[in-house]
């Protein structure tokens, strides 16, 4: 085989797929996350309280774990190229749809669809990445489309909140609803480019040369073959896996924190002081900012010793300090100083989670595993709003709400510890067994 630079072939894999998935994430949490800044108008507008708020933050993950292992089994089946774009088309038409909610169930229910439709986004992406990208260059590849969602928290604010101020009134449609149709609409025409500029995998690729093409794959096979090849692992079987609950567990409770606290950002931000929209917006980009460098440093420093778990220990636990700081603050430049120091911690370990979680298998039972593992961490996008918003209701402010957060986040930072990651020795030796078996033949 000629000899392939390594290198070269995987900055050009880099280069060709990160633009367009850093474009689906980016879209993808910013319409999750948006309801945080039409909050601002919208409550008020449609007199919602803010456990019917949290409510709705909440049922979004309903839908999303109704539909999460189905749909990473479909993506396996169908391809990654048109199942991804017919969960962007979905989402993106649910989302736009939003704009015309005109009571509390109109909310959940659209709030649920959404769900729904995006169910599999995520981990199916992560799946298709173990098409292109050896375990070595993973983790990297990871944060390469997953700081997206911190690039949309920094954009969403100041873009969401400038729509908000200036759309106000034009058509007869108040601000908060130009603001779900100027952020809905992206998603369908991403997945309409999906579809015509999406590669399968490697072996379909035109813009690589036949030498770069048969050693990604090569490479990538051994890898597959490492983990027992892709065989067939039935659901109960993966869901035997205490790898898979650990992970889940960990996630779910870092999930408490993540869609907690950003989705409620903004009114946190506004109760800080007397701030209009726009300052809000602009202020609760920096947190995120900070969750951009924290996301790349940590990924760097992960893949370069190649540790997952003391990683994410120390993340939640740097996060979980500083959101306990800031619940106790002696005033508001204090508390809003810390809620930057959650920021810049709390992001990252979002690439270290999707790394670990496609490193257990691949083929169809890695799908069906990282699908599992995200349905059951959704748990926290469950709790996390809802739990602030029922709080909020019931003492008048988020003191209590932020050390519930931080609870969650100190468990998510013993499981990181203590939690296996590598396969049982009856899972390495049925592994070892095939290898043996397909180098006889």
């Not at 604010?157 to 759309?167: F, H, K, L, N």
């Not at 030498?211 to 079987?237: D, I, N, V, Y």
Request: one cysteine or more; proline letters at 4%; charged letters at 15%.
């Amino acid at each position: 085989m000629t000899q392939v630079n390594e290198a070269a072939t995987m900055r050009k894999v880099y280069g060709r797929l990160m633009p367009l998935l850093f474009a689906m994430m980016f879209f993808n949490y910013l319409d999750r996350i948006n309801i945080g800044f039409a909050a601002l108008d919208m409550n008020a507008d449609l007199h919602f309280n803010p456990a019917v708020f949290g409510f709705a933050g909440s049922v979004f993950f309903i839908g999303y774990m109704v539909l999460e292992v189905p749909s990473n089994l479909l993506l396996d089946r169908v391809g990654a190229r048109r199942w991804i774009a017919r969960i962007l088309l979905t989402w993106g038409a649910v989302a736009t749809a939003t704009a015309f909610v005109f009571d509390a169930k109109s909310f959940y229910l659209l709030r649920f669809l959404l769900g729904v439709m995006e169910a599999g986004f995520l981990p199916g992406v992560a799946v298709y990445l173990t098409k292109w990208f050896p375990e070595r260059y993973r983790a990297r590849a990871v944060s390469g489309y997953i700081i997206a969602g911190s690039f949309s928290a920094v954009l969403g604010g100041p873009i969401s909140t400038t729509v908000m101020t200036y759309a106000k009134g034009v058509l007869g449609l108040q601000g908060w609803q130009w603001m779900f149709i100027v952020e809905g609409v992206p998603a369908m025409l991403l997945g309409l480019l999906t579809l015509r500029i999406m590669t399968e995998r490697p072996a379909d690729a035109d813009w690589l040369d036949d030498s770069e093409k048969q050693w990604l794959e090569s490479t990538l096979a051994a890898e597959r073959e490492a983990l027992g090849g892709t065989r067939h692992f039935p659901l109960l079987k993966v869901a035997g896996d205490i790898r898979v609950w650990s992970l889940a567990c960990l996630f779910g409770c870092a999930l408490v924190g993540i869609y907690g606290l950003f989705m409620w950002l903004p009114q946190i931000v506004k109760s800080l002081g007397h701030l209009s929209n726009i300052e809000v917006g602009f202020l609760s980009a920096v947190p995120p900012l900070l969750g951009v460098l924290g996301t790349y440093l940590v990924g760097r420093s992960s893949d370069r010793t190649g540790d997952r778990k003391k990683h994410l220990a120390f993340v939640y636990g740097m996060s979980a300090l500083a959101i306990a700081g800031s619940a106790y603050a002696p005033n508001p430049l204090v508390a809003y100083a810390l809620l930057c120091v959650t920021g810049l911690f709390i992001y990252a370990g979002n690439p270290l989670f999707w790394s670990l979680a496609a490193s257990f298998r691949t083929g169809a039972a890695g799908a069906a595993t990282i699908a599992l593992i995200n349905t059951i961490a959704q748990f926290g996008g469950i709790v996390g709003p809802w739990s602030i918003g029922l709080v909020r209701r019931a003492t008048g402010n988020f003191t209590l709400a932020l050390l519930t957060i931080a609870g969650f986040l100190v468990v998510s930072v013993i499981i990181a510890l203590v939690m296996r990651v590598k396969p049982s020795e009856e899972q390495t030796g049925a592994s070892l067994a095939n290898h043996d078996a397909a180098s006889r033949t």
